[in-house]
T-cell receptor
Framework: AQSVTQLGSHVSVSEGALVLLRCNYSSSVPPYLFWYVQYPNQGLQLLLKYTSAATLVKGINGFEAEFKKSETSFHLTKPSAHMSDAAEYFCAVSRPNAGNNRKLIWGLGTSLAVNP | DVKVTQSSRYLVKRTGEKVFLECVQDMDHENMFWYRQDPGLGLRLIYFSYDVKMKEKGDIPEGYSVSREKKERFSLILESASTNQTSMYLC???????????????FGQGTRLTVV
């Protein structure tokens, strides 16, 4: 069965510091991987996705993620945090199974705080 | 601008009431989803629909039902609301694909339901 683990439910960084949000997955077949962001009192929006093309994926707002098959990881990074990056971040993996191929498996989320 | 619109941002209902949460999308998407989001539990799929009048149970369908009479509208129904259904409810839509779920899901703003 597929699963997604986000290490660290809360991460705090200083403004201007590197952001690193960790995501590990388990999958018996190559998955598609996603990062979504949820700002306070909002729905989720897609930051970036990996769909078996380039392993380094660039997303919106300066975020990027690297698919590492050997480590089964898809960590999200941003070189310099901004106050507006404070939000909840979710990693998700698709489930490629007949009859269930329209579902995403979600991590529990990581809340990012950015300190001035 | 693509849009998923949920009928209410905040809702307060009494125990035992029948509650309707409405979701409309204007992107001609085949797939539509209802999630609930609770602190520490991430997003949990209640139901999804991949076509008009088609529905499949998600991970936590008990106490809920859905209706999809038109492609753009997906309704979540709480047959008899209970206090443990107090939660944030998120609707989402996406294009149907032949295999992996590799397309972006678009989310509504969410409905925060309180059952008293």
């Amino acid at each position: 069965a597929q699963s997604v683990t986000q290490l660290g439910s809360h991460v705090s960084v200083s403004e201007g510091a590197l952001v690193l949000l960790r995501c590990n997955y388990s999958s018996s077949v190559p998955p598609y991987l996603f990062w979504y962001v949820q700002y306070p009192n909002q729905g989720l929006q897609l930051l970036l996705k990996y769909t078996s093309a380039a392993t380094l994926v660039k997303g919106i707002n300066g975020f990027e993620a690297e698919f590492k098959k050997s480590e089964t990881s898809f960590h999200l990074t941003k070189p310099s945090a901004h106050m507006s990056d404070a939000a909840e971040y979710f990693c998700a993996v698709s489930r490629p199974n007949a009859g269930n191929n329209r579902k995403l498996i979600w991590g529990l989320g990581t809340s990012l705080a950015v300190n001035p | 601008d693509v849009k998923v619109t949920q009928s209410s941002r905040y809702l307060v209902k009494r125990t035992g009431e029948k509650v309707f949460l409405e979701c409309v999308q204007d992107m001609d998407h085949e797939n539509m989803f209802w999630y609930r989001q609770d602190p520490g539990l991430g997003l949990r799929l209640i139901y999804f629909s991949y076509d008009v009048k088609m529905k499949e149970k998600g991970d936590i369908p008990e106490g809920y039902s859905v209706s999809r009479e038109k492609k753009e509208r997906f309704s979540l129904i709480l047959e008899s609301a209970s206090t443990n259904q107090t939660s944030m409810y998120l609707c989402a839509s996406s294009l149907r694909t032949g295999g992996f779920l590799n397309t972006e899901a678009f989310f509504g703003q969410g409905t925060r339901l309180t059952v008293v």
